[in-house]
């Protein structure tokens, strides 16, 4: 019986058709994590591992910059277990404001600011929700999801070059040129600022330029900001917003870096009314609204005071540790391609090296870093073996969840693997 049980089984299994498309791969960094698993046999987090291919922060206070104390707990009474408002709590959507509108001396309001859960699903809304004669510039080099947001949304969109020869930070203009674009077509940039992965950013008059081109007719821009307050001071592109209610300006924030709270899951979009209408009307049927405890977690991430110290705070800290493993990173003789934003270093190894086999060697030791080839926004999103990415050579390491105390033996480890790798590599040391 048994038998003849597992023979139909089988039998059904090669029958069976998924209803779900198999077109739906993981986002790079995920691949790395479940790489990283197999190789060394538990996963990127637990003890014993080093999470140089993490992209989140510390999440506990920068006691040496005067960094606030985290929230360690939020009321919860009978109203947070109605249903939650399908655009944010009240309570939320004012706290952002006046996030923005102290520091940038911007004017919006609570009606120009939508909640969701993380910045990540912001960001998919707007994608999904773009109408079809809209599209999108990214550039050549990106945070690995936007690939799979662009793909899965069927959003089309054009690459804007990255390389040594531009530093990695193309002008304002290459991504709205209309060389090759069809009449009637509006354009919609995809920025993270400051970038993810090279930490290269637009600031001052640069970011005013890039803003003003957004706001004429035909054109717009969504500004990922979850890197803001890593730049010195903060940068936001709605300081140079003219005219939101009339634009097509779309600035991503989240409470995951700056506010060092990834797993609260709050993210928001702050763009015209017209637009957050669309979106809390998507949220209504299609999301449901954000869970009222992280909202009223994020509120007081959000309390002015407390604000002011961690900008403060994330600013010392991070430039700090920006400038000790860059400088480390050059005296090994890699290329370092970093800006002055962000907790990446963009880095460059010796010809001859790949950051695949890095990486590889990394696993063994219980170490990662992210290989550009998966940020890089041209790859085949069924990421397609046969393609060869020009970045072959370039990765992302992150100093972002790192404790100050373990740089030495950060470097140490890292500096152990790299040079075992030049000398079998037959690299001219």
């Given at each position: 019986m048994a038998g003849e049980s597992g023979g139909e089984d089988e039998s059904k299994s090669d029958q069976f058709e998924s209803f779900l498309s198999d077109n739906c791969p993981p986002m790079g960094i995920y691949e790395t994590l479940y790489a990283f698993a197999d190789s060394f046999g538990s996963f990127m987090g637990t003890e014993g591992t080093h999470p140089w291919s993490q992209g989140f922060p510390l999440t506990t206070p920068l006691d040496k910059f005067g960094g606030p104390e985290l929230p360690t707990s939020?009321?919860?009474?009978?109203?947070?277990?109605?249903?939650?408002?399908?655009?944010?709590?009240?309570?939320?959507?004012?706290?952002?404001?006046?996030f923005y509108n102290s520091r940038y001396g911007s004017t919006i309001t609570p009606e120009n600011?939508?909640?969701?859960?993380?910045?990540?699903?912001?960001?998919?809304?707007?994608?999904?929700?773009?109408?079809?004669?809209?599209?999108?510039?990214?550039?050549?080099?990106e945070w690995p999801a936007y690939l799979d947001i662009l793909t899965q949304t069927n959003t089309e969109y054009d690459i804007v070059t990255f390389s040594k020869e531009n530093n990695f930070h193309p002008n304002n203009t290459e991504y709205f040129d209309r060389a090759g674009v069809a009449d009637g077509t509006a354009l919609m940039p995809v920025i993270s600022n400051p970038q993810n992965p090279s930490g290269q950013t637009r600031s001052g008059e640069e970011l005013k330029e890039l803003i003003?081109?957004?706001?004429?007719?035909?054109?717009?821009?969504?500004?990922?900001e979850a890197y803001e307050m890593f730049h010195s001071p903060s940068v936001s592109g709605i300081e140079f917003v003219q005219d939101l209610d009339n634009s097509n300006v779309f600035i991503a924030g989240a409470c995951t870096k700056g506010l060092q709270s990834p797993g609260i899951r709050i993210g928001w979009i702050v763009a015209s009314k017209t637009n957050i209408e669309t979106m809390a009307n998507y949220s209504s049927f299609g999301m449901g609204g954000v869970s009222h405890p992280s909202q009223h977690y994020a509120v007081k991430l959000l309390e002015p005071e407390r604000v002011k110290k961690a900008r403060k705070a994330i600013e010392g800290h991070y430039n700090w540790q920006r400038e000790r493993y860059g400088k480390a990173f050059e005296e090994m003789g890699l290329g370092v391609f970093t800006g002055n934003g962000g907790f990446y270093h963009w880095l460059e190894l010796p010809e001859e090296m790949t950051s695949a086999e890095l990486n590889e060697r990394l696993f063994k030791r219980g170490a990662a870093i992210l290989c550009a080839s998966d940020c890089d926004m041209a790859r085949p999103h069924s990421k397609d073996p046969s393609y060869q990415s020009p970045y072959t050579r370039f990765f992302r390491?992150?100093?972002?969840?790192?404790?100050?105390?373990t740089f030495e033996s950060d470097m140490q480890l890292f500096r152990e693997v790299y040079e075992e790798y030049k000398l079998d590599a037959g690299v001219d040391c």
């Open positions: 939020v009321e919860v009474t009978w109203e947070d277990r109605f249903y939650p408002k399908a655009w944010g709590h009240p309570s939320l959507r004012e706290a952002v404001v006046e600011v939508m909640i969701f859960a993380g910045g990540r699903p912001g960001i998919y809304t707007v994608m999904a929700f773009l109408k079809e004669h809209v599209k999108v510039k990214i550039g050549n080099i003003a081109i957004a706001e004429q007719p035909g054109n717009g821009i969504l500004l990922d390491f992150s100093f972002g969840p790192l404790l100050p105390e």
